[in-house]
């Protein structure tokens, strides 16, 4: 598909009443993986498995032209659409995102950290205009840390706060708002009674809503973050521990590479 093509699909997909699930990917054969798997429509990088796969901490630490080649290389592995998390956008958000459409990516997240609001509002705005000057709807997957960020707050404080960045950020035109946390069912449902339905994206953590319950609240998009790389590093431990222990490969092991 050309580049019009995958945001268009990209976009269609958030607005689809099936719930979007995106197992986050970090290099081309963790891309090529999962992209091979019936029912994955579209893929999405995590930055914290591209810095630790590189030996970055999370937070941009990674330089901007390392993460981005790394991104480069997945879009190479696939067809599909591909979502990039980048960050906060590396301190300029609309060339980031300008950088990031060059290689091939239609959608990103970006960070608002918890920026003033209308500091926050303008990256949304920014990182837009970059998609429209490159002729893409661009599906920003503009990301509020209420949450993750709301430790000296109140639940109830942080999902107002929530409730008011994420309609700031569909007001000036992004298409799905992310509020990553452990969320129970009802703040998902006051955050898709705030944006409407499809317009709210999750990340699943351990005790998260099950994915049926996110597609019947309305819900548009799951991800999950950094637990993939997690889940296969888990294996790759278990390996070594059985390997120390006399074993060996695991039954059951795919040529997947």
Do not use: C
């Not at 990917?25 to 091979?36: F, G, I, L, Q, T």
Request: net charge negative; no cysteine; glycine share 10%.
């Amino acid at each position: 598909m050309t580049l019009t093509q995958n945001a268009d699909r990209l976009l269609s997909l958030h607005e689809d009443p099936k719930l979007l699930t995106l197992v986050n990917v970090w290099d081309a054969v963790s891309a090529k993986v999962v992209a091979a798997e019936p029912g994955t429509q579209a893929l999405a990088t995590a930055s914290h498995s591209i810095a630790a796969s590189f030996g970055y901490e999370d937070g941009e630490r990674i330089p901007l032209d390392l993460h981005l080649d790394a991104i480069d290389r997945i879009v190479r592995a696939t067809d599909l659409p591909v979502s990039a998390d980048l960050e906060a956008g590396y301190g300029d958000v609309g060339e980031t995102i300008r950088r990031a459409i060059g290689v091939g990516v239609v959608g990103a997240n970006i960070e608002d950290q918890l920026k003033p609001l209308d500091e926050a509002v303008r990256g949304v705005e920014a990182a837009l205009a970059a998609g429209e000057a490159e002729g893409i709807r661009f599906v920003l997957n503009a990301r509020t840390d209420a949450f993750v960020r709301g430790a000296g707050r109140t639940p109830e404080e942080n999902l107002d706060d929530a409730v008011a960045r994420g309609r700031a950020y569909l007001a000036a035109g992004a298409p799905v708002v992310f509020v990553p946390g452990r969320l129970d069912e009802s703040q998902v449902r006051t955050l898709v009674d705030a944006f409407g339905p499809r317009k709210l994206s999750v990340i699943a953590v351990p005790g998260s809503l099950a994915l049926a319950k996110l597609e019947e609240l309305g819900v548009a998009r799951v991800s999950y973050g950094p637990f993939p790389q997690r889940v296969a590093l888990t294996a790759l431990q278990s390996l070594v521990r059985d390997v120390h222990a006399g074993g060996g490969i695991p039954e059951g092991t795919q040529q997947l590479n």
